[in-house]
DNA sequence: TTTATATAATGATATAACAATTAAACATTA
DNA sequence: TAATGTTTAATTGTTATATCATTATATAAA
């Protein structure tokens, strides 16, 4: 390839941002993978090669890559036979942009409940339908592991908490697990606070009937049971004093 | 500061790169941002000065401060006074990393369009509540646009879209926004089908009642009407052959 | 066949240099 | 004085050249 063509775009009037040369490979990879030109698991090159193939430097390839890296476009492997390849998808890649760019934009914790009751409620709603054996049996667990943590706080927000995942993992539809994982980090904080040993019962029976609506397969049930169990945190978290927004949930 | 700090928070994940110097200094920086450290509009110094905080050479932090830059964490500027800076939120990247992944993952459309129904119907609810004059004015507005329209396919379409997106920004919720804008580009495809006119005015009548209950402030309605109306547009677009998911929506 | 070892490919990092860009300081002019 | 050029210094962008660390693969030995 040869390098007028990455010069070329640069030519046509002065763009406000000049594009950088590692820009433009940046800009060409990512064209082809959305015409369909590559595919996952598609080689692109060593940096060496690339360097050629682009007549610029190594570094200027490297500064490229790790964009494109960092994009999930492509994977980097070190060794004989390494180098770029396309990546496979990574939803963990999406998950991170959520909660980076939520961070940033200084989203509030309300904004991004809501957006979560509305996930959870819906793949509740799909889970009902798509349920299979082994999403049962893996609620079923976790709802006996919870039975056994009553006493212990810590330790019970957590098995909450896969209870939750393992719902919207439930309803097959890797979107909204996608989803759930990106806002799970940025709206329940690391330390959340624990759940005492009654409020900790109380959700425990909710999850328990949530089970059961989403074991005989009633969307109406499993919903509205998620909803009202959602808003509850909400106002456990919310209320009162405004301090509150930055603690954790009390109990999921 | 000391090479050892960089080292120490080598503990979790173990991607091929994860204990590369550049890495450890990605990590530090997103730590802090999360940790409260930073604010946006933040200056981190220059790649010189910051070569030499980390002790390390200039390549390896601009292996950094690329992976920084894409992920959408710091702006870069050239020049005099110029350098890496906590970049202000940019919902942009978030609608980036979600066409990236989807397409990577080879999410199908139809768990994406199970994701927009939840959010548009959540969305409406909230709009039903939170909904002002303006907005409403917005919403009737768009609806008169369209109604000039029936006998313009891709007018129409294009109205009915503006009309989608008003409805979430009537929610107030940036989250909800922000979920929509991300997915709309994804799950619309850009040269949809252009809706008949019985199509078409069958949409806006739909449209029209959603309207009201927003402006009632009838959640419960709000959600019903505008989860039919996907519905339907899903079967439009999902039912028969196969070869139509990859075709765009009917109406809207 | 399995395991250990050597080798080559490749990325990671460092150093040095120059080009291109930009904001700010400075000088000039109406 | 206020607007407008001009210079200057700081900063990123790019290139070139080495060296080190890591990894896959080929090779040899058990």
Sequence with gaps: MEKAILIKSTSTWAPVRANSVANQIVLQVREALFEGRFLPGDRLGSEKDLAAQFDVSRITVRDALRTLE?????????????????????LD???????????????????MLDLQIAI?????ELAATNRNPTDLEK????????????????????????????????SGNRAFIAQFNGLRHVVWPKNGKRAKREIASHALKIHKNIYCAIREGDREVARKLMIIHLES?????FSKNSKKATSGPVCC
């Design 139 to 170: 609620l079923s667990n976790l709802l006996e592991e919870a039975e056994g943590l009553l006493g212990d706080p810590a330790g019970f927000t957590q098995s909450g908490q896969k209870f939750h995942l393992a719902v919207v993992e439930a």
């Design 70 to 90: 960092t994009m999930g476009i492509v994977e980097i492997r070190v060794g004989a036979s390494g180098g770029a390849r396309i990546a496979q998808g990574n």
């Design 233 to 237: 945190i909400r106002t456990m978290i």
């Design 120 to 124: 959870e409620g819906a793949a509740v």
């Design 93 to 111: 890649h999406y998950s991170d942009a959520l909660s980076i760019q939520f961070r940033l934009s200084g989203i509030t914790g309300t904004e």
